[in-house]
């Protein structure tokens, strides 16, 4: 257990779950390089490089890390890969003297940084696919729910909530349909070696079996290779990675950002949830602050920074290789993947217990929506022979007229402006102006679209789990 004695990283217990902890945690990290250093020599062993009982050697100490002595090799010798490499051989005093043979560092850690990610990506395919879910389900309750639609901030037309809905599950969809992509697409560096030739290889079993050497070391580590690498992998694959899982806070971010507009007292159509005993403020005891819609604004912001720094390490790696991508990738990695888990969990939260409030989205529709049943009169009127520039003009004074009306908290007066106007009236009659303002029969086909999502993300569901 960790002590708060000294700095601890947020993501070392405040974000991120217990499942992603341990995939980035260091003594996964240093279990996978013994278990590629044992398979390895598995390998190895097919080509008469290593003997049974080298071979059983390593095979029954390749769990016991010892990550204390591996640290005090290392404050010696300044370098993590050998420490491990060092406290792995001294336990194994017949089959230590192996390891390693023909490999470089990379091969070890670029190969272990790809099965993390994988790991990583299961977990992140999963809890974005709980998300999809919930989604689904509200989407199709709300898709008929009419709710005001908002452009520049401003009310403007009607839409659906589950149309609303609908348009962030679209871009996780996305998202998750990528991750798929991703998992199946995913590269390790392969046995390369130090430029990326496999040239020490080629010394030891001979360069006629350095494809049938790397292709048993795909099926016993369930990896495909890159063809062609230098001392790492390809950093792009990084950087396609990190922009997916920004993809994914972007998708939240805004769902979010949107939440926290709509709980504003000023409209209150929606709210995050609120424990009983839950405290919205140190020092207003009023307070309904949206807290986790804040803290996924937050994180998103931060992870949506990643993508730069990958990309750096791509471009900027010199020839073969540099070492300047190291030092960030032990952050940056790790903690891309803690944020979108965090961001992943607490939207899952917040879209389960999210609270709606149809009393007022009724007021809002009620006060709001008449305005946009303007633009339908002026069709109307256009179509029934009106001039379109004076119908235009009439209906922008009407209208402002009864802005000033709502914003003295009174009643929109904008329909009756309307049909009492006898201009208006001379092409269409008072009913069928009053046609022309009902909510319903403009939503277009808001409700169908909604619906088409909704099965789209259980026919992707079906499919993939």
Partial sequence: MFNFDTYLSPFTWRYGSPEMRQIWSEENKRLLWREIWYNLARVQAEFGLVDNDQLADLGEHVQQVDIARSLQIEAEIHHDLMAELRAFAEQCPVGGGILHAGATSMDIEDNADVIRIRQALDVIFQKINKILSIFAVKITDW??????????????????????????????????????????????????G??????????LIGSDNLAIFEERLSQLLGLEFYLVTNQTYPRKQDYDLLCLLSGIGLALNKFAFDLRFMQTPAYGEMSEPFGKSQVGSSAMPFK?????????NSLARMLAQMPGLAWQNGASSLLERTLDDNANRRTILPESFLICDELLMTATTILDGLQVNFEAIERDLEKYTPFAGTERLLMALVKAGADRQEMHHRLRKASLAAWDSVQKSEQNPLIDLVTSDPVFKRYLSKDQMLDLFEIETYLGDASRRAILLADKINEFQKRTL
């Fill in 194 to 203: 130090a430029v990326g030739t496999g040239a020490a290889y080629a010394e």
């Fill in 288 to 296: 309904r602050n949206p807290v986790q819609s804040e803290k996924i």
């Fill in 143 to 192: 898709a008929e729910t009419p709710v005001l639609g908002f452009t520049h901030l401003q009310p403007a037309e009607p839409t659906t909530l589950g149309y609303r809905m609908a348009f962030y599950a679209q871009d996780l969809l996305q998202a998750a349909q990528s991750i798929k992509e991703m998992l199946d697409s995913l590269k390790g560096k392969g046995f390369k």
